[in-house]
Every structure is written in structure tokens, then in C-alpha cells.
């Protein structure tokens, strides 16, 4: 759920050489069962794309210390017919967030901030009118800060600008506070555009150096770079948007403004490697990978389903780790199983993708998870006109439409199942609910393996 923006068979073999993680991949026999597997992954793929008018995907897949499927499909570049592959560089959006996270912990772990600390101790001139703004809840998205991404035209229509540090901070931190730190939850890039400032602050780095030098360089990731809009990368995607019917180019945008909340570019390799050091505690440890898995808490004792830039559910009982990321051209998606030792990256350069649904059918298929169908009822267009209207998360209202008969939710028509319930006919695991009082639709409530949104009914 989580966006910035609105707008060959292998195997893995890896050691720890004075500091540095070092992945190398060996060809693996692949056994009848498998080759099935990566046929299916493939099937499941290419009508993904198809029915999205996706342009470039590129898939990886790793499990229990094998690389099963690293691949890319499709277009990077659709113009100059350069194929996807599993080395292509694309956007990540708010994959960023886990990136951020970890930067901040690492300076924790180094003695030079801690989660507790406000956030006017390294930002004294920032107007908190009052407010204790702690680290972590800066980490949770549970700060009461406005989202610049939500500010309408008041940020939109500077995204293309390279504004500056100061005028970024000073065109969200003049918003009032959504509320007080701690009392609810709202998924926030000012937040993540601010621990970034601190990560500058304490390390005396850019946070572009500072990843470098302390996650990437150490990894051995050559393929994750903070994405600024001039310097030449190789293998760098472009990315694309379908406009009635039609695929066309993304919107311009300066990556100088999503900064650490939304501006890396990797690749499936690389973020395959992030994943692995992540989880077996090359980078950080235990107990700071802990808490970037450990779901916060508000002030009202409601667990969250977010912990330090990686949300936190499940697929069929199995517990799930993972993030989303969408920004102009790009959709994207990283989830890890820890009980299966499962990594799944879903790169697309096409903002009609929706990874997240393509993801979670290839973890199924991997783990042997049979597919659960949608059975559809038929409802009259009286029944359905009551569900539509605007609904407002907290963090930017959206509309249902009834269209032709049917309700839509972003441009994806919504099944009826009965009792008020509906799948949209892209994903069959995100259910959505809409609360009623009386005859009257108060509320709509969208869930999809263990992360739930609830989105009161608005004028």
C-alpha cells in the first residue's frame, strides 16, 4: 500500500571478508520440479504485464541460499528497445525507507543519536509548536507531521523544481500537525525526508555518501545508487505511465525532492543481497533488525503494522516483511518470509503496475500455496450506488466510482462477494469492506495480508 508519489537459474554463495560481504552466483542444476516452478513464475508474469500494459519487469526470487529465478522481462527502455534484465536500475520509491532506517540505526549502534532523542536536537530551528518529536516517531510515521506528498498543489506544482533542503522543510513544516505525536498513524515522506537531514547532521556526510560508504560499499551493491536526474548510470530504466490506453512517458521530477524517503534506484540483484545481509546480520545487529521488524505502538497501546521503513503481515500464516514503493514511472515491491528464508523483488517501470498482487502470486506459487478464487454475485447498479462516493485515510482522499454498472477504486473495477464486501479484479487477497450505519455507508476499510486501512466516508 505503501506509495511516494501519487502520480538463469542461479545459486548463492557468500562469505564475510574483512568487513565486506561478498555474493558471488554459481550456476545450479535445475530439477524438473524447479523448472515447472520458473515456468509458472514466468505464466504468471507475462499476464501480469499484459493485462497492466506494464513495459519492464524484472523479477527476482531467493530462497534458503539460492538465487531460484533472477530475471528481467519486457522493455527498461521502451523507445530504444532495450530489454529488462536482472541487472536493470530502476526507481524504488519508498523502498528507500528501509535504507534510511537503517542508516539511522547503524548511527545508533555508533553511540551518535538515539530513537529517544527529539527532533529539535538536531534540527533546533524546526517549529515543533510544543511537541516532543522523537527519532522513532519520525521512523513509525507516527509524528503528526504534515506529509509534503498530501499538500496538493501547494507541492506539485514545485516537483520539478531542485529545491533546496531549507525550502523543502520550509514548505511542509509551516502545516499544522495532524495530530499528536503518538496518537495515530499516517504514512509520511516529511518524516523520512527529515531523518535524513539528521542522518547529514550526525555523520558530517551527504546521505548519498553516507549509504555508500556504510551500506553499499560493504555489500558490494554496484548496482544502488541515490538516483539524481543527470548523472549517466548504467543500466538506469525509464519509466512510464498508461494514459487512456495508451503508454506514454513519465512526468518529469526533480530526485532531489523525494531525497531519503523515496530517491534510491537498485536492482533485483542488488536488493537481493540487501535483503540477505539484512536478515542474517551482516549490516546490523539482531537486535537493531529487530526493531526495524517490530511493529510500533501508539500511545493508546493499538499495535501498528509498520516498523522502521518495513511493514509487517502475513501471507497465509506465514509472516511476512516487505515494502512498497511507487513514484513517477515506477512501481515496485521487496518482501521476505523469515520462517521460509523467502525473498521476493518485483521491479516494474510503469506506474499502471501493481507489484504487490504480482509479488505475493509468486511467493504462493514458491511455497506450494494454492490460489484462493474470487466468486463473484451480481449486485444491481441501486445496490452499488450506495458504496460510492470520497473516503479519506488521513493522508490523500480518494474516490469510488460507479462506472458503467460497476465500482471502481483507482482505475480497477471492484468484484462483489456479498455482505458488503469486494476484491478489486487485479488482486484477489485485497479485500474491501465498506462499514455501514443504518443504510448509510459510513466508512471503507481495505485490507491485504495482515496491513489494514481504514478510510472514513467524506463530503
Not at 527502455?77 to 528501509?98: C, M, P, W, Y
Not at 523469515?338 to 506506474?351: F, I, S
Request: include cysteine; glycine fraction near 8%.
Amino acid at each position: 500500500m505503501a506509495l511516494f508519489w501519487k502520480r538463469e537459474a542461479t545459486g548463492l554463495v557468500s562469505m564475510s571478508l574483512a568487513g565486506v560481504l561478498l555474493i558471488t552466483f554459481v550456476p545450479l542444476a535445475v530439477p524438473e520440479d524447479r523448472s515447472a516452478l520458473l515456468e509458472q513464475i514466468d505464466a504468471i508474469v507475462e499476464e501480469t504485464m499484459a493485462r497492466d500494459q506494464i513495459v519492464g519487469t524484472s523479477v527476482g526470487v531467493h530462497r534458503q541460499g539460492e538465487v531460484l529465478l533472477a530475471k528481467g522481462y519486457g522493455y527498461a527502455d521502451l523507445e530504444n528497445q532495450v530489454r529488462a534484465t536482472e541487472h536493470t536500475v530502476f526507481r524504488i520509491g519508498s523502498i528507500t525507507k528501509q535504507f534510511t532506517a537503517a542508516a539511522i540505526l547503524i548511527l545508533e549502534e555508533r553511540d551518535r543519536l538515539r530513537l529517544s532523542d527529539p527532533l529539535t536536537e538536531f534540527l533546533p530551528d524546526y517549529e515543533t509548536t510544543g511537541h516532543h518529536i522523537s527519532v522513532e516517531r519520525l521512523l513509525n510515521h507516527t509524528s503528526g507531521i504534515k506529509g509534503y506528498t498530501e499538500m496538493g498543489e501547494k507541492f506539485w506544482g514545485k516537483s520539478r523544481l531542485d529545491l533546496s533542503h531549507e525550502e523543502m522543510v520550509e514548505l511542509f513544516s509551516a502545516e499544522p500537525f495532524q495530530f499528536a505525536p503518538g496518537e495515530e498513524y499516517s504514512y509520511n515522506n516529511s518524516a523520512y525526508y527529515l531523518l535524513g537531514l539528521i542522518i547529514e547532521k550526525v555523520s558530517g556526510k551527504s546521505y548519498a555518501d553516507f549509504l555508500q560508504e556504510n551500506l553499499w560499499t560493504p555489500l558490494g551493491m554496484r548496482e544502488s545508487h541515490y538516483l539524481y536526474n543527470d548523472p549517466i548510470v548504467p543500466n538506469r530504466a525509464e519509466g512510464y505511465e498508461v494514459q487512456d490506453g495508451e503508454v506514454v512517458n513519465d512526468a518529469p521530477l526533480s530526485m532531489r525532492l523525494p531525497f531519503s524517503a523515496g530517491s534510491l534506484g537498485s536492482s533485483v540483484m542488488d536488493l537481493i543481497t540487501w535483503q540477505h545481509a539484512l536478515s542474517n546480520e551482516r549490516l546490523l545487529s539482531g537486535e537493531s533488525y529487530s526493531k526495524m521488524t517490530t511493529p510500533g505502538t501508539l500511545t493508546s497501546g493499538k499495535k501498528l503494522d509498520y516498523g522502521f521503513g518495513l511493514s509487517v503481515g502475513e501471507l497465509s500464516g506465514r509472516r511476512k516483511i516487505s515494502h512498497g514503493g511507487g513514484i513517477n514511472g515506477f512501481r515496485t515491491q521487496l518482501a521476505y518470509y523469515p520462517e521460509d528464508a523467502l525473498t521476493v523483488v518485483v521491479l516494474c517501470n510503469t506506474g499502471a503496475a501493481q507489484p504487490s498482487p504480482l509479488e505475493s502470486r509468486i511467493a504462493r506459487a514458491v511455497l506450494g500455496i494454492p490460489e484462493t478464487p474470487v466468486e463473484e454475485v451480481t449486485l444491481g447498479e441501486d445496490e452499488l450506488r450506495k458504496y460510492a462516493g470520497n473516503y479519506n485515510p488521513a493522508r490523500a482522499p480518494f474516490e469510488v466510482r460507479l462506472v458503467d454498472g460497476a465500482l471502481t477504486l483507482f482505475g480497477s473495477r471492484l468484484r462483489p462477494v456479498g455482505n458488503h464486501l469486494f476484491f478489486p479484479v487485479s488482486d484477489d487477497y485485497q479485500k474491501i469492506t465498506f462499514e455501514l450505519s443504518g443504510d448509510q455507508v459510513v466508512a471503507l476499510r481495505m485490507e491485504r495480508e495482515g496491513q489494514t486501512m481504514e478510510a472514513p466516508r467524506v463530503p
